[in-house]
């Protein structure tokens, strides 16, 4: 190809990118104008002929409908393009980065507080919401040093973290935030055009500005040393940028709800049309954007009505999460991420502690809440009661209580967490990355999919049936995970794979949660926690613990070995790829069990390693026990705290463990980076 | 032969008498109970089974989520439910406090008990109801069997069928009221209006549903059956369908007061048929989920409403 025929394919790429987005924006709008409740015919009928209301329900109801789709699409592919240049990472995009959680979680709790103030100042708040994700995000991934990896994990546990915070507003204020759900998956729906009003001057405003740095961002593109070579100042663009897109974004999520995908697939799609210039760029994943949004909102038009049709968030998740994994599977960027040297950012030791006396003082803390969970229960009891009821040897009933609620209780409790520990370890040493657990293979999402079918199918199923769904769905998701990455199972690909899985489960929940959410409670069942867990689960759990540490210390060394990289791993004779899938496939079904029989927990894998490495900051084998302990403390905390909080009434352990791991995780993160 | 037929006479007694001892069966949700004897010390759980038990003349010994049960349940027999205990959320019952008060039966959802049976069984046997069977039942007969049910296991029929009798009784007497100021034979749909921050949900009660048969029994005409949505006996919609019953008298339930506010100030809201013709009337908000109190609430709110 010369370059007398790249220029006019370029410009003809342009035309055809802008042009061929009007005419598809116009197509788009004018059959999403012609859907709705009120059938064609009688809209039809109604503004040719006599009295009918066709033009109040057209203008009244579907063009505003139409206007946020279109605003809200337009903002976050841009949103996601200057993003997308200016970190030069492809991967990103507001979704990703927290800014839509973190906006939703601002609504919901702005909601829950002042209702009237929500209606005046919802962008304002939704932005700070957006703002505060985003200096999450910076503080864990470590700013502009991070690498593309590093920041889409950060932007995952932001989210994670904050996702599990709304979803414990939601739980536990369920009658006040009802009417929240149904924006809280994404809808365009509109009464009128005052959502519209409120946003749509951030949302131009923030284009327009966009549209006029358009030279800038081609400038940034080509990396911080040519951009300084070309004087452009760098840090003044991102800080800049990063209030536009707050801006943009916080207007979107505040007019439709969070809707993800729109921003990530969009820009992709550009690129697949060859257009580089941000001049061309902009304005076409304006268009390009707005018509993604309106299609897939037709498409739920197609599906039903709102008893039966999925909320648009949740068709742009089921239709983008699987182009993500095709980015990701195709991308040449991470051709050689196997080869990539060690951890992304190491973790220093933090305290002079010796892990043999780190490990007694775990274990005495262990001992003590463990005794604090044995104490705590609708039917009182002291500790010479429990002691009694020990052996058996207090009052029938008491002696009950404890053999056959409160021990097996702590039993699985200790099982479990040790458990969930010992697989986000494993998890982080094959992946070599401190962010990563099995929640990130997909695990929970996959288990909450199989959750949530089990409920739509038999809807009266016990917890058996509940915990083999479980099962089958966390099994299928890693399993899935690793069929994809089969061909280059490296850290990264693993990791990103397993992000792009756990989305597509995730869409598949949030529509069951909506099609359950009208008769029932869906959100109790996502939520996991040890209520009335009793001697089979800790039957059932314990031989697979035994044997997944076996398995661990017998892996220790070699993946100590990995620690080193896979070039260094292959330099002194190990071989990578055997045990990366030797100690994943431990790490995935070890938590999908406990996963199943406890319900989907978060957090442990990630926090209990972290904990482990301030005493062991180097060995595996070390950190084993440690890890394991730690994460027996962190689920029994959370249990007894659970039981204790709202009693009778309990606060799942799960969501325990979202308010205040989540929280912990960070700020350790944060702290050990700086060592 | 005097000796051998009065032999087999007591022996039949005998089987008939264990037979009377051990059959309280009843069926629901989950299966079918058999009790030895009618249940007295029931544990509930969910505002349908705590309202039967009461309607029923039974004080259960604990309810699931007490407090909000007390404000929830729009009858005076709900203020008994304070000096009870409360056994937490229905889906973690508070199992310790189960245990330590023995009941003999454990009332609830057919969802949440069915989640939980694994682990309630060993206090008590287990029934489960489920307000929504999916299969397009009349939602009032649903009702009426799921009190009948109780009843059985508590071996209160007589008061059931008085329950339900006093219901028609007070149907029977509106119904000729409401002729009186010409209700009778009127086309009425009841709908439920809900706001989210952004769109209003309308939610349309179907044909099959408790508040249309009651509707019904009333003398008039239900107007909108929807075969898609029979499962649920209602369905969640838009201002726009509404246009389609422009002859119709509109029932709405302001489910949320600011929703209710921006939904009538729409256009389309003041243009619809029913709007203009001033056939639109406010009833008070009662779950449609609960039991024969809550159907009882509601056709006193439908009377003092229609009745102006």
């Given at each position: 190809m010369n370059r007398g025929v790249v220029m006019p394919y370029g410009a003809c790429g342009a035309c055809g990118a802008l042009g061929g987005g009007l005419l598809a924006l116009c197509l788009a709008m004018a059959f999403n104008l012609a859907q709705?409740?009120?059938p064609l015919a009688l809209i039809w009928a109604g503004l040719f002929g006599e009295g009918g209301q066709s033009f109040d329900i057209i203008w009244g109801f579907r063009a505003p409908r139409l206007a946020a789709g279109v605003l809200s699409g337009a903002a976050l592919a841009v949103s996601g393009v200057v993003m997308q240049s200016l970190l030069r990472?492809?991967?990103?995009s507001p979704g990703l980065v927290g800014i839509t959680s973190g906006a939703q979680l601002a609504i919901i709790l702005g909601a829950l507080a002042a209702p009237g103030l929500m209606l005046q100042f919802g962008v304002a708040i939704a932005m700070l919401g957006g703002l505060f994700a985003v200096s999450l995000v910076w503080l864990v991934s470590g700013g502009?040093?991070?690498?593309p990896l590093r920041l889409v994990l950060s932007g995952l546990v932001v989210s994670m973290c904050l996702g599990g915070l709304s979803s414990a507003a939601l739980l536990l204020f369920e009658d006040e935030t009802r009417y929240l759900l149904s924006w809280g998956a994404g809808r365009l729906r509109q009464n009128d055009w005052s959502g519209v009003e409120a946003t749509a001057g951030f949302i131009l405003t923030g284009l327009l500005v966009t549209f006029a740095l358009a030279r800038r961002y081609d400038v940034a593109r080509l990396g911080p040393e040519v951009a300084a070579g070309l004087g452009l100042d760098l840090r003044a663009l991102s800080i800049l940028t990063l209030i536009l897109v707050l801006l943009m974004t916080g207007a979107a999520v505040a007019l439709t709800g969070p809707i993800g995908f729109i921003g990530l697939v969009t820009p992709h799609l550009l690129r697949l049309m060859r257009i580089k210039s941000h001049v061309v760029l902009i304005p076409a994943a304006a268009l390009w954007g707005a018509v993604l949004l309106v299609l897939a909102d037709s498409l739920t038009y197609l599906i039903g009505n709102v008893t039966s049709a999925p909320p648009v968030g949740a068709i742009t998740a089921l239709l983008g999460a699987p182009l993500l994994l095709w980015l990701i599977l195709r991308s040449q960027a991470l051709?050689?991420?196997?080869?990539?040297?060690?951890?992304?950012f190491g973790l220093g030791?933090?305290?002079?502690?010796?892990p043999s006396h780190a490990l007694y003082g775990l274990g005495l803390a262990l001992g003590a809440v463990s005794l604090l969970h044995l104490q705590s229960g609708g039917a009182g009891m002291d500790l010479s009661e429990i002691w009694l009821a020990l052996w058996r040897q207090a009052e029938p009933l008491q002696n009950r209580i404890i053999w056959e609620l409160r021990l097996p209780r702590l039993v699985v409790a200790l099982l479990g967490g040790a458990g969930l520990a010992l697989a986000g370890l494993l998890m982080q040493a094959i992946l070599r990355n401190?962010?990563?657990?099995t929640g990130v293979m997909g695990v929970n999402a996959g288990a909450s999919a199989g959750i949530m079918a089990m409920a739509l199918l038999?809807?009266?199923?016990g917890a058996v049936s509940i915990a083999l769904a479980a099962l089958l769905g966390g099994l299928a998701a890693g399993a899935l995970v690793w069929a994809l990455a089969w061909a280059r199972p490296s850290p990264t690909i693993l990791i990103l794979t397993g992000i792009a899985v756990s989305a597509c489960a995730g869409a598949f929940v949030q529509i069951a949660v909506l099609q359950l959410q009208q008769t029932q409670s869906p959100v109790a069942w996502l939520v996991g926690g040890l209520h009335g867990r009793g001697w089979a689960a800790a039957l059932v759990v314990l031989p697979v613990l035994a044997g997944a540490s076996f398995i661990a210390i017998l892996l220790a060394r070699g993946l100590d070995v990995l620690a080193l990289g896979d070039l260094a791993a292959k330099g002194i004779g190990a071989t990578p790829d055997p045990l990366r899938l030797a100690g994943g496939i431990t790490a995935i079904v070890l938590a999908s069990l406990i996963i199943a029989a406890l319900g989907p927990i978060a957090w442990i894998g990630l926090l209990a390693p972290h904990i482990a490495r301030l005493f062991a900051p180097v060995r595996l084998r070390a950190q084993i026990p440690c890890a394991m302990i730690a994460g027996a403390l962190i689920l029994v905390s959370a249990d007894w705290l659970s039981r204790i909080l709202l009693a009778p009434s309990e606060m799942p352990a799960g969501i325990v463990i979202s308010l205040v791991g989540a929280p912990w995780l960070i700020f350790m993160i944060k702290r050990s980076d700086h060592r | 032969m005097f000796f051998r037929t009065s032999v087999i006479g007591f022996a039949l007694a005998g089987f008939a008498a264990f037979e009377l001892q051990a059959e309280t069966c009843f069926h629901h949700d989950l299966g079918e109970t058999c009790l030895?004897?009618?249940?007295?010390?029931v544990a509930a759980f969910e505002i349908r089974q705590i309202e039967n038990l009461l309607a029923l003349g039974v004080m259960p010994i604990g309810v699931g989520n007490r407090d909000q049960m007390v404000d929830k349940i729009?009858?005076?027999?709900?203020?008994?439910?304070?000096?009870v205990a409360d056994f937490g959320l229905p889906a973690t019952p508070e199992l310790e406090s189960m245990m330590l008060l023995g009941p003999d039966l454990i009332l609830g959802g057919a969802r949440n008990m069915g989640r939980q049976q694994e682990s309630l069984r060993a206090l008590a046997p287990v029934a489960g109801f489920e307000p929504?069977?999916?299969?397009?039942?009349n939602m009032y007969a649903v009702m009426e069997s799921h009190l009948r049910a109780v009843a059985t296991a508590l071996g209160r029929e007589a008061a059931a069928e008085a329950v339900l009798a006093e219901l028609d009784a007070e149907i029977a007497a509106a119904r000729t009221a409401l002729a009186a100021k010409g209700w009778a034979g009127r086309r009425v749909i009841l709908g439920n209006v809900n706001a989210g921050i952004t769109g209003a949900d309308v939610m349309l009660f179907n044909s099959n549903s408790l508040p249309a048969e009651i509707i019904r029994r009333l003398?008039?005409?239900?107007a909108h059956h929807d075969p898609r949505h029979l499962d649920k006996a209602f369905e969640v919609t838009t201002v726009?369908?509404?246009?389609?019953?422009?002859d119709i008298d509109f029932l709405y339930m302001p489910f949320n007061a600011e929703g209710v506010r921006n939904l009538m100030a729409s256009p389309v809201w003041r243009g619809l048929g029913f709007v203009t013709a001033e056939r639109l009337h406010e009833v008070g908000y009662q779950q449609m989920y609960g039991g024969p109190l809550s159907a009882r609430a509601f056709l006193h709110d439908l009377i003092a409403a229609l009745g102006k």
């Amino acid at each position: 190809m010369n370059r007398g025929v790249v220029m006019p394919y370029g410009a003809c790429g342009a035309c055809g990118a802008l042009g061929g987005g009007l005419l598809a924006l116009c197509l788009a709008m004018a059959f999403n104008l012609a859907q709705g409740e009120a059938p064609l015919a009688l809209i039809w009928a109604g503004l040719f002929g006599e009295g009918g209301q066709s033009f109040d329900i057209i203008w009244g109801f579907r063009a505003p409908r139409l206007a946020a789709g279109v605003l809200s699409g337009a903002a976050l592919a841009v949103s996601g393009v200057v993003m997308q240049s200016l970190l030069r990472n492809p991967m990103v995009s507001p979704g990703l980065v927290g800014i839509t959680s973190g906006a939703q979680l601002a609504i919901i709790l702005g909601a829950l507080a002042a209702p009237g103030l929500m209606l005046q100042f919802g962008v304002a708040i939704a932005m700070l919401g957006g703002l505060f994700a985003v200096s999450l995000v910076w503080l864990v991934s470590g700013g502009r040093r991070a690498s593309p990896l590093r920041l889409v994990l950060s932007g995952l546990v932001v989210s994670m973290c904050l996702g599990g915070l709304s979803s414990a507003a939601l739980l536990l204020f369920e009658d006040e935030t009802r009417y929240l759900l149904s924006w809280g998956a994404g809808r365009l729906r509109q009464n009128d055009w005052s959502g519209v009003e409120a946003t749509a001057g951030f949302i131009l405003t923030g284009l327009l500005v966009t549209f006029a740095l358009a030279r800038r961002y081609d400038v940034a593109r080509l990396g911080p040393e040519v951009a300084a070579g070309l004087g452009l100042d760098l840090r003044a663009l991102s800080i800049l940028t990063l209030i536009l897109v707050l801006l943009m974004t916080g207007a979107a999520v505040a007019l439709t709800g969070p809707i993800g995908f729109i921003g990530l697939v969009t820009p992709h799609l550009l690129r697949l049309m060859r257009i580089k210039s941000h001049v061309v760029l902009i304005p076409a994943a304006a268009l390009w954007g707005a018509v993604l949004l309106v299609l897939a909102d037709s498409l739920t038009y197609l599906i039903g009505n709102v008893t039966s049709a999925p909320p648009v968030g949740a068709i742009t998740a089921l239709l983008g999460a699987p182009l993500l994994l095709w980015l990701i599977l195709r991308s040449q960027a991470l051709k050689g991420s196997g080869m990539m040297s060690a951890a992304p950012f190491g973790l220093g030791r933090i305290t002079g502690l010796r892990p043999s006396h780190a490990l007694y003082g775990l274990g005495l803390a262990l001992g003590a809440v463990s005794l604090l969970h044995l104490q705590s229960g609708g039917a009182g009891m002291d500790l010479s009661e429990i002691w009694l009821a020990l052996w058996r040897q207090a009052e029938p009933l008491q002696n009950r209580i404890i053999w056959e609620l409160r021990l097996p209780r702590l039993v699985v409790a200790l099982l479990g967490g040790a458990g969930l520990a010992l697989a986000g370890l494993l998890m982080q040493a094959i992946l070599r990355n401190p962010l990563a657990d099995t929640g990130v293979m997909g695990v929970n999402a996959g288990a909450s999919a199989g959750i949530m079918a089990m409920a739509l199918l038999m809807p009266f199923a016990g917890a058996v049936s509940i915990a083999l769904a479980a099962l089958l769905g966390g099994l299928a998701a890693g399993a899935l995970v690793w069929a994809l990455a089969w061909a280059r199972p490296s850290p990264t690909i693993l990791i990103l794979t397993g992000i792009a899985v756990s989305a597509c489960a995730g869409a598949f929940v949030q529509i069951a949660v909506l099609q359950l959410q009208q008769t029932q409670s869906p959100v109790a069942w996502l939520v996991g926690g040890l209520h009335g867990r009793g001697w089979a689960a800790a039957l059932v759990v314990l031989p697979v613990l035994a044997g997944a540490s076996f398995i661990a210390i017998l892996l220790a060394r070699g993946l100590d070995v990995l620690a080193l990289g896979d070039l260094a791993a292959k330099g002194i004779g190990a071989t990578p790829d055997p045990l990366r899938l030797a100690g994943g496939i431990t790490a995935i079904v070890l938590a999908s069990l406990i996963i199943a029989a406890l319900g989907p927990i978060a957090w442990i894998g990630l926090l209990a390693p972290h904990i482990a490495r301030l005493f062991a900051p180097v060995r595996l084998r070390a950190q084993i026990p440690c890890a394991m302990i730690a994460g027996a403390l962190i689920l029994v905390s959370a249990d007894w705290l659970s039981r204790i909080l709202l009693a009778p009434s309990e606060m799942p352990a799960g969501i325990v463990i979202s308010l205040v791991g989540a929280p912990w995780l960070i700020f350790m993160i944060k702290r050990s980076d700086h060592r | 032969m005097f000796f051998r037929t009065s032999v087999i006479g007591f022996a039949l007694a005998g089987f008939a008498a264990f037979e009377l001892q051990a059959e309280t069966c009843f069926h629901h949700d989950l299966g079918e109970t058999c009790l030895l004897q009618p249940a007295q010390k029931v544990a509930a759980f969910e505002i349908r089974q705590i309202e039967n038990l009461l309607a029923l003349g039974v004080m259960p010994i604990g309810v699931g989520n007490r407090d909000q049960m007390v404000d929830k349940i729009p009858s005076p027999l709900a203020e008994g439910l304070a000096g009870v205990a409360d056994f937490g959320l229905p889906a973690t019952p508070e199992l310790e406090s189960m245990m330590l008060l023995g009941p003999d039966l454990i009332l609830g959802g057919a969802r949440n008990m069915g989640r939980q049976q694994e682990s309630l069984r060993a206090l008590a046997p287990v029934a489960g109801f489920e307000p929504y069977p999916a299969g397009g039942h009349n939602m009032y007969a649903v009702m009426e069997s799921h009190l009948r049910a109780v009843a059985t296991a508590l071996g209160r029929e007589a008061a059931a069928e008085a329950v339900l009798a006093e219901l028609d009784a007070e149907i029977a007497a509106a119904r000729t009221a409401l002729a009186a100021k010409g209700w009778a034979g009127r086309r009425v749909i009841l709908g439920n209006v809900n706001a989210g921050i952004t769109g209003a949900d309308v939610m349309l009660f179907n044909s099959n549903s408790l508040p249309a048969e009651i509707i019904r029994r009333l003398g008039m005409d239900y107007a909108h059956h929807d075969p898609r949505h029979l499962d649920k006996a209602f369905e969640v919609t838009t201002v726009e369908a509404l246009i389609a019953f422009d002859d119709i008298d509109f029932l709405y339930m302001p489910f949320n007061a600011e929703g209710v506010r921006n939904l009538m100030a729409s256009p389309v809201w003041r243009g619809l048929g029913f709007v203009t013709a001033e056939r639109l009337h406010e009833v008070g908000y009662q779950q449609m989920y609960g039991g024969p109190l809550s159907a009882r609430a509601f056709l006193h709110d439908l009377i003092a409403a229609l009745g102006k």
